[in-house]
């Protein structure tokens, strides 16, 4: 299969990439962003989705039979610094890409990344939360990505562009960047390698979510193109809820040295929804699926992931000194 990724050098879209070649498709990666490392992953092609003629030209040009739309500014906090870039990247440029398929004419299976952060805030008593309950966004973030989600059903139901939106939860992993987990096992290991203080400032701990491998989710992602069923939404996310104590404690038996866990009001967001946890129901009635990488596991390769780096950044600084 022809596929293409938008957002292809992010986190999910580096991962699914390379999961797409390992399976014989033929990728072609869009990003505003180059490649840090070679691109092994098929071809890549610098576009910024916002871009209209670019992206157009590139969709007529490869004429993909799937289109994972990754592309988005994908950090809240960013969003609510950066409100009308979020939505003009995330909304915008969503817009572009069906705009594309509708002019050209082209019908590629497009799977539209969405997000558990469309939901908001929801009762305990809702939770697990299915796909049907409101959407009640705390932040421009999350109100970009029901943007998308609407946006991907109304070119379905007006122009039969056939659309699968995945509403993604908490999704981590090595080469995570600016979440908790990659947040607390960059401090570990740069406690351990004694670039820092053994202390670890931390949010609320009391927050609590679902928590998936990426390697689990890119395996969801491209099984979703081929099972689910087009005009619909679901709902994929790990299983297992983990707050973010555990998480700490988790990873604090997979340290070479003790720390300090430190509260710090800055890190205590009050758009930060208390417990996120979603209903996979919907998305296992079409796919057999599991995710099967354990969270002790998924640290520990981020802990390896983080001690590479900041290895070789060390060794990077030394050499240039000398």
């Given amino acids: 299969m022809r596929v293409l990724i938008t957002g292809a050098t992010g986190f999910i879209g580096g991962h699914l990439a390379k999961h797409c070649e390992a399976n014989g498709d033929a990728v ?21 989705v916002r871009n209209s003629a670019h992206l157009s030209n590139l969709i007529s040009t490869y004429q993909p039979q799937h289109i994972f739309h990754l592309a988005a500014q994908s950090y809240p906090v960013v969003s609510m610094e950066r409100p009308l870039e979020t939505m003009d990247a995330n909304a915008g440029g969503t817009i572009n890409l ?35 309950h409101a959407l009640c966004p705390l932040h421009p973030y999350g109100v970009s990505k029901v943007a998308q989600d609407l946006l991907a059903a109304q070119y379905f139901s007006n122009f039969s562009i056939p659309t699968i939106r995945i509403r993604i939860f908490k999704t981590t992993g090595p ?15 740069e406690i351990e390698m004694g670039i820092r203080p053994p202390s670890m400032p931390v949010g609320k701990l009391t927050n609590r979510r679902s928590i998936a491998d990426v390697r689990d989710l890119v395996r969801a992602l491209r099984l979703s193109v081929k099972h689910c069923v087009t005009g619909e939404v679901y ?24 720390f300090e866990v430190e509260q710090r009001a800055e890190l205590m967001r009050a758009f930060d929804e208390p417990i996120t946890v979603g209903d996979n129901t919907k998305f296992r009635g079409c796919c057999t699926w599991i995710p099967t990488i354990t969270l002790a596991a998924t640290l520990h390769d981020m802990l390896e992931w983080w001690r590479m780096r ?7 600084m030394s050499s240039h000194k000398a």
């Fill in 28 to 48: 072609l990666g869009i990003d505003v962003r180059r490649p840090e490392d070679a691109w092994t992953a098929g071809e890549f092609e610098h576009c910024d």
């Fill in 98 to 132: 069906f705009e594309s398929l509708r002019i050209t004419g082209l019908r590629p299976i497009v799977v539209v990344a969405c997000s558990s952060a469309e939901y908001g805030p929801v009762a305990d008593r809702d939770l697990p939360v299915r796909e049907e």
């Fill in 175 to 189: 080469g995570k960047l600016g979440d908790v987990c990659s947040d607390l096992t960059k401090r570990a290991v």
């Fill in 235 to 258: 709902n994929l996310g790990g299983d297992d809820v983990h707050s973010v104590q555990g998480v700490v404690d988790a990873i604090r038996t997979q340290v070479n040295i003790p």
């Fill in 310 to 316: 900041l290895t070789g950044s060390l060794q990077s």
